[in-house]
């Protein structure tokens, strides 16, 4: 079973914050990776040290944060998949087309939700309720 997360969960389960404690028990449940595309590996990098120059978290801790995602990358916890960027492109243009006027979607949200169906997940992570509403919309699980 294919579960793609979207970077609100990535950044939860590294970053201390309300949603961690969920984020990590759903990890600890897991049998199957999680499935991560390149998108959120960027996103999630990007966030990190952007947490860390707002003071959001600790000085130094965005290097930390990311070396506790490549552990986790190495032990087998998270796979980075990628899917066809084209083809993802084609699905984001369709899925905004049809859910941005209703759902208020903003464009990294869309694109990660387009890579999922690209991928065939089954389940999808995370934290953001636009993007449960995106994610539930095209047929996702969205079990958190």
């Given at each position: 079973?294919?579960?793609?997360?979207?970077?609100?969960?990535?950044?939860?389960?590294?970053?201390?914050?309300?949603?961690?404690?969920?984020?990590?028990?759903?990890?600890?449940?897991?049998?199957?990776?999680?499935?991560?595309?390149?998108?959120?590996?960027?996103?999630?990098?990007?966030?990190?040290?952007?947490?860390?120059?707002?003071?959001?978290?600790?000085?130094?801790?965005?290097?930390?944060?990311?070396?506790?995602?490549?552990?986790?990358?190495?032990?087998?916890?998270?796979?980075?998949?990628?899917?066809?960027?084209?083809?993802?492109?084609?699905?984001?243009?369709?899925?905004?087309?049809t859910?941005?006027?209703?759902?208020?979607?903003?464009?990294?949200?869309?694109l990660?939700?387009?890579?999922?169906?690209?991928?065939?997940a089954?389940?999808?992570?995370?934290?953001?309720?636009?993007?449960?509403?995106?994610?539930?919309?095209?047929?996702?699980?969205?079990?958190?």
């Open positions: 079973m294919v579960t793609c997360v979207d970077t609100s969960f990535l950044f939860s389960l590294y970053a201390n914050d309300a949603h961690s404690r969920r984020a990590l028990a759903w990890l600890e449940r897991q049998s199957t990776p999680l499935t991560v595309t390149p998108l959120n590996e960027f996103e999630l990098g990007n966030a990190l040290r952007f947490a860390e120059y707002r003071s959001a978290i600790p000085r130094g801790s965005a290097s930390i944060l990311w070396s506790q995602f490549e552990a986790d990358r190495s032990a087998g916890r998270l796979v980075i998949t990628a899917p066809n960027l084209a083809a993802v492109i084609d699905e984001a243009k369709r899925l905004s087309a859910h941005t006027l209703t759902g208020g979607h903003r464009s990294f949200d869309i990660h939700a387009a890579a999922a169906v690209r991928l065939e089954e389940r999808f992570l995370t934290f953001d309720l636009r993007q449960k509403d995106l994610a539930a919309a095209v047929g996702l699980t969205v079990p958190i």
